[in-house]
């Protein structure tokens, strides 16, 4: 009978940390609903005392999600905690995370506190949150680079106060496996309650070792891993849900543990959270690149043919690869659309977006002769942001351009029910068309990223545009994609600058104020 391991994952949270990748909250409802949906155990919806817009949010994703623990950050305080069990009282099934350094270096240059203060700042804030909820986690930040006599102070007392889980983070990547796994069996060992919680992990990819960290970890006896699809998070990321949970499952001669995570859904998160952050998964990235099942060389392409095992370790139907080959044109109706999109991870929360998405799909299949899955999917994520709380939309766009001249563009956009027409110059249609619209909305954000993705093969495929906009501190991505891969940049340019200008939308984590 193997151990069950705890899949913890913080894209909410550490990984919305990343620069550039916060989300509203209705983009952190869906991502959370995937997860849920794969069956993550703790989902970490946000910092609520980091703004009162993540607050909102974790409230909000408290009350959607069913069926996984929904978690709440807060640091060693009473404010941080009384929020943050206020924004997790909706849920189905809570937890207060409270965390406070523990290396000489942060508690002397950061907190400005000597041991023994932080050792009953750490007592204090379990037993307050253990008021508020029984399932209360505690970390000692930067334990990878702690003492580990004080380390098991702390962690002792963190029990004794009501802990229930003891995460130890490699906050800033700086340990090696062996080193890492052997620091988790001494404090399971030399800690007298260590048998009352469970051991978890959260680390860093500063020197690439964040799953092997992770992993060896796992081997030494922790029983929850914290990460983030994709890898996301601050500096270099988190370790890769789909890594840790692939690995674990796919080496089970080595694993005396196994997750309950649903490995088919792991692609679609995997997409899902590319798509809303405007991070793009590199080709061969593990699992879920797209070149992590492709084959180019002949000796592999024949063996594959014979045998499947002798290149591949995994399958790729078990992580949510699919054929990618749909019988569906411009004569399908609904009921075939919306099963598809089902069986590819997507559910409808209305029947108005089902109806824009339909419509989407309609004008797409007029004009393209073979539909993919990968269509789908962008199409889905497009119309999700062509109907999010738009003030500004793109109602038409005309490019010119030659070799030898600036090139000109001239839009229509609707401005809270207003349509404005402008014209724009630029190095290239692209910047022509941003500059257009610029000159209408006058937002004065700065384009800090725009990439373009070729959504499936054939010049006839689909372009994907991401954009980045920074204005104030505050940071937005927009998204577009069309089979005119201008147009789908001035979708893209567009639907950042409605995130820019909506209220609702939250500050950067990284720019929470501190206590």
């Known amino acids: 009978m193997k151990d069950k391991l705890i899949i913890f994952d913080t894209t909410l949270r550490d990984g919305e940390q990343s620069p550039g990748a916060s989300m509203t909250r209705e983009e952190k409802i869906r991502v959370a609903k995937q997860l849920a949906k794969m069956r993550v155990d703790v989902i970490e919806a946000g910092f609520p005392a980091a703004s009162p817009g993540d607050f909102k949010a974790v409230q909000a994703i408290a009350g959607a999600i069913r069926g996984s623990v929904v978690c709440a950050l807060a640091r060693a305080n009473s404010r941080d905690i009384e929020k943050a069990a206020e924004a997790v009282r909706p849920a189905e099934a809570s937890r207060i995370h409270t965390f406070i350094a523990t290396s000489e270096i942060h508690m002397r240059e950061k907190l400005r506190m000597k041991p023994d203060e932080v050792l009953r700042r750490a007592a204090d804030a379990v037993k307050l949150a253990r008021t508020h909820t029984d399932d209360v986690e505690f970390s000692p930040e930067d334990a990878g680079r702690s003492d580990p006599d004080f380390l098991c102070r702390i962690i002792e007392t963190a029990i004794d106060a009501g802990a229930g889980t003891i995460n130890i983070p490699d906050t800033v990547g700086y340990n090696l496996p062996a080193q890492f796994g052997a620091l988790l069996a001494e404090l399971m060992e030399r800690v007298p309650n260590s048998d009352k919680a469970v051991f978890s992990v959260h680390c860093h990819n500063d020197l690439g070792l964040a799953v092997a960290n992770s992993l060896a970890a796992v081997m030494a006896g922790a029983r929850q891993v914290e990460c983030t699809i994709n890898g996301l998070g601050e500096r ?57 099942f492709a084959h180019e060389a002949g000796i592999h392409q024949d063996g594959v043919i014979k045998a499947r095992e002798t290149y591949e370790i995994m399958r790729a139907e ?198």
């Open 318 to 515: 078990d992580v949510g690869w699919s054929a990618n080959r749909i019988v569906l044109g411009k004569h399908s109706g609904r009921n075939a659309f919306t099963e598809r999109l089902k069986f590819l991870g997507f559910q409808f929360d209305s029947d108005e977006q089902l109806e824009r998405a339909f419509a989407r799909f309609k004008q797409l299949a007029d004009n393209k002769h073979e539909i993919f899955d990968d269509d789908l999917q962008a199409l889905v994520t497009d119309s999700d942001a062509a109907g999010a709380r738009a003030r500004f939309a793109l109602k038409h766009l005309k490019t010119t351009s030659q070799t030898g001249a600036v090139a000109g563009a001239s839009v229509t956009v609707e401005v809270d029910g207003e349509e404005v027409t402008a014209q724009g110059r630029g190095n290239g249609a692209v910047d022509a068309v941003f500059s257009a619209i610029e000159s209408v909305v006058g937002s004065g954000s700065l384009l800090q990223l725009y990439s373009v993705n070729a959504i499936t093969s054939g010049s006839d495929a689909q372009g994907e545009v991401g954009v980045r906009l920074e204005r104030d501190g505050r940071v937005v991505n927009g998204h577009g994609a069309d089979l005119d891969i201008v147009i789908a940049s001035g979708k893209a340019y567009v639907n950042a600058l409605n995130k820019l200008y909506d209220n609702e939308e939250r500050a950067h984590p990284q720019l929470a104020r501190a206590v």
């Open 236 to 292: 270099a990321g988190n370790a890769a849900l789909e890594e840790i949970v692939m690995a674990v499952r796919t080496r089970r001669d080595q694993f005396s543990c196994d997750s309950g995570i649903d490995t088919a859904q792991i692609v679609p998160a995997s997409r899902l959270v590319s798509g809303i952050t405007g991070f793009p998964v590199q080709p061969n990235k593990a699992v879920v690149g797209v070149n992590a």
